[in-house]
T-cell receptor
Framework: DTAVSQTPKYLVTQMGNDKSIKCEQNLGHDTMYWYKQDSKKFLKIMFSYNNKELIINETVPNRFSPKSPDKAHLNLHINSLELGDSAVYFCASSLGTSNNEQFFGPGTRLTVL | GDSVTQMEGPVTLSEEAFLTINCTYTATGYPSLFWYVQYPGEGLQLLLKATKADDKGSNKGFEATYRKETTSFHLEKGSVQVSDSAVYFC???????????FGAGTRLFVKA
């Protein structure tokens, strides 16, 4: 059984479009995260949610809007896509705080043309 | 703010060689320290962790000791295998926090 799943795995789109990435975890965790990994593998936190509430928003442009309909899901919607948004986006989850092990999804490779 | 610095890669070793990947950190409190590993085309997975000074985390032959006096958490393995080829990330998280700070990652290539 997949612990943290993301869809789609690959996303190729034109500048200016709006797209969504979905994330689901079946671990019973109460905290979920979105990370962005650039082409040099640098990994940066974007958002953290605990019990469906936004806890961390790391100065991400407001074109990015996360939504957590329940504790098992954290989706990411991106408006007006730009070339610089091209990256791999990882969803992760943990039980409680980030002091505990985080489980990562397989990633979504977003390419903006 | 908190930060993590790890040695730049890539690191290229022959099978059965000794591995060290250096990691140092800056933190205001007493963070938990982690090593995560990313295999090609996959998400990160926890390799080991330590939550307080002098703790040693270990897993799959890898070890790292939380050194508060030198603010370091170096990763070591006595004999690497080709299957250890991956990107290794050092990371920290403050107690009670919801944010993990990752180092830039170190790519390891192991040749047969």
């Amino acid at each position: 059984d997949t612990a943290v799943s993301q869809t789609p795995k690959y996303l190729v789109t034109q500048m200016g479009n709006d797209k969504s990435i979905k994330c689901e975890q079946n671990l019973g965790h109460d905290t979920m995260y979105w990370y962005k990994q650039d082409s040099k593998k640098f990994l940066k936190i974007m958002f953290s949610y605990n019990n469906k509430e936004l806890i961390i928003n790391e100065t991400v442009p407001n074109r990015f809007s996360p939504k957590s309909p329940d504790k098992a899901h954290l989706n990411l919607h991106i408006n007006s896509l730009e070339l610089g948004d091209s990256a791999v986006y990882f969803c992760a989850s943990s039980l409680g705080t980030s002091n505990n092990e985080q489980f990562f999804g397989p990633g979504t490779r977003l390419t903006v043309l | 703010g908190d930060s993590v610095t790890q040695m730049e890669g890539p690191v290229t070793l022959s099978e059965e060689a000794f591995l060290t990947i250096n990691c140092t950190y800056t933190a205001t409190g007493y963070p938990s320290l982690f090593w995560y590993v990313q295999y090609p085309g996959e998400g990160l997975q926890l390799l080991l962790k330590a939550t307080k000074a002098d703790d040693k985390g270990s897993n799959k032959g890898f070890e790292a000791t939380y050194r508060k006096e030198t603010t370091s958490f170096h990763l070591e393995k006595g004999s690497v295998q080709v299957s250890d080829s991956a990107v290794y990330f050092c990371a920290l998280s403050e107690p009670g926090g919801f944010k993990t700070i990752f180092g830039a990652g170190t790519r390891l290539f192991v040749k047969a």
